[in-house]
Protein backbone atom coordinates (compact mmCIF):
# COMPACT_ATOMS: atom_id res chain seq x y z
CA UNK A 1 0.00 0.00 0.00
CA UNK A 2 1.38 3.58 -1.02
CA UNK A 3 0.02 7.02 -0.35
CA UNK A 4 0.71 9.64 -2.45
CA UNK A 5 0.26 13.41 -1.00
CA UNK A 6 0.01 16.07 -3.78
CA UNK A 7 -1.57 19.70 -4.12
CA UNK A 8 0.56 21.76 -2.22
CA UNK A 9 2.59 25.10 -3.34
CA UNK A 10 2.99 28.83 -2.51
CA UNK A 11 0.16 30.59 -2.09
CA UNK A 12 -1.01 34.18 -0.84
CA UNK A 13 -2.47 34.75 2.21
CA UNK A 14 -6.36 34.42 2.21
CA UNK A 15 -6.03 32.27 -0.99
CA UNK A 16 -7.10 28.29 -1.02
CA UNK A 17 -5.16 25.17 -1.80
CA UNK A 18 -6.56 21.61 -1.88
CA UNK A 19 -4.57 18.46 -0.51
CA UNK A 20 -5.24 15.30 -2.28
CA UNK A 21 -3.55 12.16 -0.63
CA UNK A 22 -4.28 8.78 -3.33
CA UNK A 23 -3.95 5.50 -2.00
CA UNK A 24 -3.20 2.51 -3.64
CA UNK A 25 -3.02 -1.54 -3.39
CA UNK A 26 -4.40 -4.23 -2.04
CA UNK A 27 -6.83 -2.48 -0.39
CA UNK A 28 -9.68 -4.02 1.69
CA UNK A 29 -10.75 -1.12 3.39
CA UNK A 30 -9.62 2.40 4.83
CA UNK A 31 -10.29 3.45 8.16
CA UNK A 32 -9.11 6.57 9.72
CA UNK A 33 -7.41 9.31 7.83
CA UNK A 34 -5.88 12.27 8.83
CA UNK A 35 -3.54 14.73 7.87
CA UNK A 36 -0.53 16.20 9.79
CA UNK A 37 1.47 18.95 9.37
CA UNK A 38 5.42 19.86 10.55
CA UNK A 39 6.59 23.24 10.18
CA UNK A 40 10.23 23.65 10.84
CA UNK A 41 11.70 23.27 14.42
CA UNK A 42 8.22 21.99 15.20
CA UNK A 43 7.02 19.16 16.11
CA UNK A 44 4.53 17.03 13.81
CA UNK A 45 0.80 17.85 14.66
CA UNK A 46 -2.61 16.82 13.95
CA UNK A 47 -4.55 19.14 11.42
CA UNK A 48 -7.84 17.26 9.93
CA UNK A 49 -9.26 13.28 11.06
CA UNK A 50 -11.53 11.62 9.50
CA UNK A 51 -13.03 8.11 11.14
CA UNK A 52 -14.01 5.46 9.53
CA UNK A 53 -17.52 6.31 10.35
CA UNK A 54 -17.38 9.46 9.31
CA UNK A 55 -16.64 11.93 11.93
CA UNK A 56 -14.26 14.39 12.05
CA UNK A 57 -11.74 16.17 13.89
CA UNK A 58 -9.78 19.56 13.68
CA UNK A 59 -6.82 21.36 15.27
CA UNK A 60 -8.14 24.66 16.90
CA UNK A 61 -6.16 26.00 14.58
CA UNK A 62 -7.96 25.40 11.33
CA UNK A 63 -11.51 24.89 12.38
CA UNK A 64 -13.42 26.82 9.88
CA UNK A 65 -11.12 27.00 6.99
CA UNK A 66 -9.81 23.72 6.63
CA UNK A 67 -12.52 20.44 5.54
CA UNK A 68 -11.67 17.15 5.49
CA UNK A 69 -13.02 14.76 2.89
CA UNK A 70 -13.11 11.68 0.68
CA UNK A 71 -13.55 9.85 -2.06
CA UNK A 72 -14.47 6.11 -1.29
CA UNK A 73 -14.37 4.95 -5.29
CA UNK A 74 -10.89 6.70 -5.61
CA UNK A 75 -9.39 5.94 -2.46
CA UNK A 76 -8.76 9.34 -2.31
CA UNK A 77 -9.04 12.03 0.53
CA UNK A 78 -8.64 15.63 0.73
CA UNK A 79 -7.73 18.84 2.29
CA UNK A 80 -9.48 22.01 1.46
CA UNK A 81 -7.56 24.52 2.59
CA UNK A 82 -9.04 27.96 2.63
CA UNK A 83 -8.66 31.39 4.30
CA UNK A 84 -4.57 30.77 4.16
CA UNK A 85 -2.14 32.42 6.81
CA UNK A 86 1.20 32.16 7.14
CA UNK A 87 1.03 30.10 9.86
CA UNK A 88 -0.13 27.45 7.95
CA UNK A 89 3.05 27.06 6.15
CA UNK A 90 4.45 22.98 6.73
CA UNK A 91 5.10 20.06 5.15
CA UNK A 92 1.82 18.42 5.18
CA UNK A 93 1.77 14.97 5.65
CA UNK A 94 -1.29 12.29 5.25
CA UNK A 95 -1.86 9.22 6.89
CA UNK A 96 -4.67 6.30 7.02
CA UNK A 97 -5.00 3.49 9.10
CA UNK A 98 -6.18 0.94 6.45
CA UNK A 99 -6.90 -3.02 6.03
CA UNK A 100 -5.54 -5.08 3.63
CA UNK A 101 -6.28 -8.65 2.81
CA UNK A 102 -3.76 -12.01 3.05
CA UNK A 103 -5.24 -13.88 0.72
CA UNK A 104 -2.99 -16.51 2.11
CA UNK A 105 -4.68 -16.99 5.21
CA UNK A 106 -7.35 -14.99 4.69
CA UNK A 107 -6.25 -12.58 7.51
CA UNK A 108 -7.43 -8.83 7.96
CA UNK A 109 -4.24 -7.26 8.25
CA UNK A 110 -4.16 -3.18 9.88
CA UNK A 111 -1.62 -1.04 9.48
CA UNK A 112 -0.67 2.67 9.54
CA UNK A 113 0.78 4.31 6.40
CA UNK A 114 2.25 7.28 5.32
CA UNK A 115 2.55 9.77 2.29
CA UNK A 116 6.06 11.37 1.56
CA UNK A 117 4.49 14.92 2.60
CA UNK A 118 3.77 18.14 0.33
CA UNK A 119 4.71 21.30 0.60
CA UNK A 120 2.51 24.55 1.61
CA UNK A 121 4.08 27.89 1.56
CA UNK A 122 1.62 30.70 2.40
CA UNK A 123 3.55 34.08 1.53
CA UNK A 124 2.97 37.68 0.15
Known amino acids: VQLQASGGGLMQPGGSLRLSCAAS????????MAWYRQAPGNKRELVAELTGSGSSNYADSVKGRFTISKDNAKNTFYLQMNSLKPEDTAVYYC???????????????????WGQGTQVTVSS
Open 25 to 32: GSIFTINT
Open 95 to 113: TANIDTMDWSTTTLLKDDY
